[in-house]
């Protein structure tokens, strides 16, 4: 991996202040910019290791803290794993941060994240990528959908009810997008159910919009987190060759 070089940088929203990590290689740029959201276990050393390796293969990457109303990260104190123990305790804490975060107001956020990209220096003019892990596939795809000509492409991994029967669900997005998609659902994932991921395939397709979704064999719900036991090193390697595909052909 080449080298990168990475800060921790505020940005200005409608209600505040949000902390992020913001991440390039080194070198003089300016690079295809990425917006990457987070998983419900919010901005850590794991996030920031995941935006190195993307930097390094060459792109600007912005993760914000979208549970900034909260705190600054880290909002809530996780051990160094999270294993089946320590799983309960902790959602009894972040559910009822993950349940403020409202369409309005995260696409509000998107919205200055996106600003913040365009306005840096090391980060290339034009669309952007976005990908999200968790509750973060969802902002990715919202975002495609809310801004659809900011976004090249984004990408979801393990997302949580992308298309559900809510009236807000982000699925319902689908008729706005215009960049390319991919989605790596697992198959062991209570959080997208079949019919989730078969609705948001026939939304996707029936709007005409350029995507694939495949579904991970034997991959649970978080695989991508290392420092969960959801992890899957085969499953989360196939999600970087996946990836770095999607934006190598789009950004």
Same mark, same amino acid.
């Given at each position: ?104 107001? #995260?696409? &509000? %956020?998107?919205? /200055? *994240?996106?600003?913040?990209?365009? !306005?840096?220096?090391? =980060? ?99 695989? #991508?987190? &290392? %420092?969960?036991? /959801? *992890?899957?090193?085969?499953?989360? !390697?196939?999600?970087? =060759? ?10």
């Amino acid at each position: 991996m080449s080298g990168v070089h990475g800060t921790t940088v505020d940005i200005t929203t409608r209600d505040g202040s949000a902390d992020a990590y913001l991440v390039h290689p080194d070198g003089a740029g300016p690079f295809p910019a990425v917006l990457l959201y987070m998983d419900a276990f919010g901005l850590r050393p794991r996030l920031k290791e995941m935006a190195e390796r993307l930097a390094s293969a060459g792109y600007t990457v912005l993760v914000p803290n979208v549970f900034y109303r909260h705190g600054r990260a880290p909002v809530i104190d996780l051990p160094d794993f999270v294993g089946p123990a320590e799983r309960p305790e902790l959602f009894q804490r972040i559910g009822p941060l993950v349940q403020s975060l409202t369409p309005e107001s #995260t696409m &509000a %956020d998107a919205d /200055a *994240y996106l600003h913040r990209l365009a !306005e840096y220096p090391m =980060a290339r003019s034009g669309p952007v990528g976005v990908t999200g892990y968790c509750m973060g596939a969802g902002l990715a795809l919202r975002t495609a959908g809310t801004y659809p000509d900011r976004v090249a492409a984004a990408a979801g991994f393990h997302g949580a009810n992308l298309a559900s029967t809510a009236p807000d669900s982000p699925h319902l997005l689908a008729d706005r997008i215009k960049g390319e998609l991919y989605f790596g659902h697992a198959d062991q994932d209570h959080a997208l159910p079949p019919e989730q991921i078969e609705r948001l395939d026939e939304a996707l397709t029936a709007a005409g919009v350029l995507h694939r979704c495949e579904v991970y064999t034997g991959a649970h719900h978080g695989f #991508t987190q &290392a %420092d969960t036991a /959801a *992890y899957s090193a085969d499953a989360t !390697e196939r999600h970087w =060759a996946a990836l770095l595909d999607l934006f190598g052909r789009t950004l």
